[in-house]
């Protein structure tokens, strides 16, 4: 399929969301300052209409959270999302229910979308019931067995009635990728799905997502702590830290001239399956901060390996620097291959 680089599905603007803190009962009695857990500060980003755009970062980096906010599962604290034309931060519950069956999601858990007293066949007929009232059983039950197949749930009448205990693991997240594809959404969010699964297995789920997205005209927003897996799978990926966008650029430019020192050691980390080849690099060290008090200027400048006096105080901008390749980063220029 064609990624029309102006088609945004998505759009992605200013984007933060802080979590208050649960206060301690002496603070709630003598007051004080309220403290936010910034999971999410100033991300921009789009997503465009058929490509697999990736969000990568370790644990803690603010991924989850812009994903759901994506597919509204979370309200925003400020900025917009942008589907297909529409400000998601400015619907209701109503207008944003009628978008729901356009936006669908494949957790990491797929237990998180099965219930486990409901058979498969049960479980993804249940969001037809919801976004397709007027279907008719037969004709749900038909759709749900055809989408059994479609993931490699053969026989589908088998399966059908099989409950989630009495699959595997990589049975149970197909299931959760038909019961995410069956009310045929624009957009998916896969939040890690492959994680949980068995190493054999995580190739084979990949694929069949990929199959899936060109069959079905997808579009996905994958997420992932992993860049070996972004490598499989993305068009474009979005590196984040500490709740802020590090770096955005196409998958072959973002690995062979990643611009940000978080985005190299996280390239550098990657295990290398050839023993001749070049060795992984551990990451830089230290902790990711903590998020409640994020450092000043550049979120990376306590790890980073470069850091001048100006990354402590001033937030680096947001910068394209080589074609749809955009940083933060106050040295990218450095990084930049010679000739540009
Ligand atoms: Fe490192 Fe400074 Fe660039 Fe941040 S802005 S990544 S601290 S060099």
Same mark, same amino acid.
């Given at each position: 399929?064609?990624?029309?680089?102006?088609?945004?599905?998505?759009?992605?603007?200013?984007?933060?969301?802080?979590?208050?803190?649960?206060?301690?009962?002496?603070?709630?009695?003598?007051?004080?300052?309220?403290?936010?857990?910034?999971?999410?500060?100033?991300?921009?980003?789009?997503?465009?209409?058929?490509?697999?755009?990736?969000?990568?970062?370790?644990?803690?980096?603010?991924?989850?959270?812009?994903?759901?906010?994506?597919?509204?599962?979370?309200?925003?604290?400020?900025?917009?999302?942008?589907?297909?034309?529409?400000?998601?931060?400015?619907?209701?519950?109503?207008?944003?229910?009628?978008?729901?069956?356009?936006?669908?999601?494949?957790?990491?858990?797929?237990?998180?979308?099965?219930?486990?007293?409901?058979?498969?066949?049960?479980?993804?007929?249940?969001?037809?019931?919801?976004?397709?009232?007027?279907?008719?059983?037969?004709?749900?039950?038909?759709?749900?067995?055809?989408?059994?197949?479609?993931?490699?749930?053969?026989?589908?009448?088998?399966?059908?009635?099989?409950?989630?205990?009495?699959?595997?693991?990589?049975?149970?997240?197909?299931?959760?990728?038909?019961?995410?594809?069956?009310?045929?959404?624009?957009?998916?969010?896969?939040?890690?799905?492959?994680?949980?699964?068995?190493?054999?297995?995580?190739?084979?789920?990949?694929?069949?997502?990929?199959?899936?997205?060109?069959?079905?005209?997808?579009?996905?927003?994958?997420?992932?702590?992993?860049?070996?897996?972004?490598?499989?799978?993305?068009? !474009?990926?979005? /590196?984040?830290?500490?709740?802020?966008?590090? &770096? *955005?650029?196409?998958? +072959? %430019? $973002?690995?062979?001239?990643?611009?940000?020192?978080?985005?190299?050691?996280?390239?550098?980390?990657?295990?290398?399956?050839?023993?001749?080849?070049?060795?992984?690099?551990?990451?830089?060290?230290?902790?990711?901060?903590?998020?409640?008090?994020?450092?000043?200027?550049?979120?990376?400048?306590? !790890?980073?390996? /470069?850091?001048?006096?100006?990354?402590?105080? &001033? *937030?680096?901008?947001? +910068? %394209? $620097?080589?074609?749809?390749?955009?940083?933060?980063?106050?040295?990218?220029?450095?990084?930049?291959?010679?000739?540009?």
């Amino acid at each position: 399929m064609n990624i029309d680089p102006n088609d945004n599905l998505v759009e992605v603007r200013n984007l933060t969301k802080w979590f208050p803190v649960q206060r301690g009962l002496l603070a709630q009695v003598f007051g004080g300052t309220r403290r936010f857990v910034h999971a999410v500060d100033d991300v921009s980003f789009e997503i465009r209409r058929g490509e697999v755009f990736g969000l990568a970062g370790e644990s803690g980096s603010g991924k989850t959270t812009t994903g759901r906010a994506v597919v509204g599962l979370t309200p925003v604290t400020s900025g917009r999302v942008i589907f297909d034309g529409i400000d998601l931060t400015t619907l209701g519950g109503t207008g944003m229910r009628s978008l729901r069956r356009a936006m669908q999601v494949i957790f990491q858990d797929p237990m998180a979308s099965l219930n486990p007293r409901m058979s498969l066949g049960r479980s993804i007929g249940y969001g037809l019931e919801i976004h397709n009232p007027e279907m008719d059983a037969d004709a749900r039950r038909a759709a749900v067995v055809e989408m059994l197949e479609r993931v490699g749930l053969a026989p589908a009448n088998y399966f059908y009635n099989k409950f989630p205990h009495q699959t595997s693991g990589g049975q149970r997240q197909r299931a959760a990728i038909a019961r995410a594809l069956v009310t045929q959404p624009e957009l998916v969010l896969a939040d890690e799905p492959i994680a949980m699964a068995d190493v054999s297995v995580r190739a084979l789920l990949l694929d069949l997502m990929n199959e899936l997205k060109r069959d079905f005209n997808l579009t996905y927003l994958f997420i992932t702590h992993d860049l070996a897996t972004a490598k499989y799978i993305c068009d !474009r990926v979005g /590196i984040m830290y500490l709740g802020m966008m590090a &770096e *955005v650029a196409e998958l +072959r %430019e $973002l690995y062979t001239h990643p611009l940000h020192p978080y985005s190299q050691a996280l390239l550098a980390a990657v295990p290398v399956p050839d023993p001749h080849q070049r060795r992984t690099q551990p990451m830089p060290e230290g902790e990711i901060p903590n998020p409640i008090s994020p450092p000043t200027g550049c979120r990376f400048h306590p !790890r980073c390996p /470069i850091a001048g006096e100006v990354c402590a105080q &001033e *937030v680096p901008a947001f +910068r %394209e $620097l080589r074609p749809a390749h955009r940083v933060a980063c106050h040295y990218a220029e450095r990084f930049l291959p010679s000739g540009d």
